[in-house]
């Protein structure tokens, strides 16, 4: 295990947390699929924990609020959210809006960790900026059980990248392709997040939306887990170019991808 930088420029994927409505059946599923421990967190918006990986933090998990404003047995979607990092959360909430984005929740401050809040960018994919404190986000990289990238799916990507790129000083690198719309995200010359459009392949029921990749040892043995715990695989194991993936959700339906990568 390595431990990430401290302070990280801004725009780089920092952290990543999921709000849910079991809150104790999510920490199980969890806890055996990465081998997580939890201890609680920030409380401002409800019960609160952070998976911990050796005693240092990787991802966090939150209690929804009851969904009393729908209809009868529907409830608030859940999804992993990705933050991106910021120096100055209200000046990036502000650049937000002026570009076309959406601010949903905040800027506000998290205890002593850290400020935060929680936007959209103008195609609707929701997204976290986090303006670290004492929390400076995930500390563990390329084990398993720890996010390793963060790729925005979205229906075309030159748009949107116009808009990611007014928040954050990103190169941006296109995959020169006929027949793939993909883009990737470098801050200080390095990889960092990458963009990928679908077209009207993008799933209706989702819309546009970032994906975390979760690093695992085994892709296939992992899937099995998955769906011993209750999950669904959508995607069986396949292997690309970086390392072999599949993915899959968990019990609430919070999607996300596994991956054993090529190089670690």
């Known amino acids: 295990m390595t431990e990430a930088a401290i302070r990280r420029t801004p725009g780089t994927p920092c952290w990543v947390s999921l709000m849910v409505h079991n809150l104790a059946e999510t920490q199980e599923f969890y806890g055996t699929l990465f081998g997580w421990e939890f201890r609680p967190g920030p409380q401002q918006l409800g019960p609160y924990v952070r998976g ?3 005693g240092k933090e990787i991802a966090g998990i939150g209690q929804l609020p009851p969904g009393r404003q729908l209809p009868p047995g529907r409830q608030l979607p859940t999804a992993w959210l990705t933050y991106l990092a910021t120096d100055d959360a209200d000046k990036t909430a502000e650049t937000i809006r ?7 929740v905040g800027p506000l401050d998290a205890a002593e960790a850290g400020r935060m809040a929680i936007a959209s960018d103008p195609t609707g994919a929701v997204f976290g ?4 404190a004492a929390h400076t986000g995930t500390v563990v990289a390329g084990a398993h059980g720890t996010p390793v990238w ?3 799916i979205t229906r075309e990507t030159s748009w949107v990248a116009t808009f ?10 296109a995959l020169v392709s006929a027949d793939s719309d993909e883009m990737t995200l470098r801050l200080d010359g390095r990889p960092v997040a990458s ?8 799933v209706r029921d989702r819309g546009a939306h970032w994906m975390t990749y979760f690093e695992v040892d085994d892709t296939d043995a992992a899937a099995k887990v998955v769906t011993g715990l209750g999950g669904q695989v959508l995607r069986a194991p396949w292997d690309g170019p970086n390392g072999r993936f599949a993915t899959v959700a968990d019990p609430e339906g919070a999607v996300f991808t596994i991956v054993r990568s090529a190089v670690r």
């Open 129 to 132: 900026i986090w303006q670290a």
């Open 195 to 202: 963009l990928r459009g679908t077209g009207r392949a993008l």
């Open 52 to 54: 911990l990986l050796d």
């Open 98 to 104: 002026s570009h076309g984005g959406t601010v949903g």
């Open 150 to 152: 963060n790729e925005l």
């Open 164 to 173: 990611y790129k007014s928040l954050f000083d990103y190169d941006v690198e």
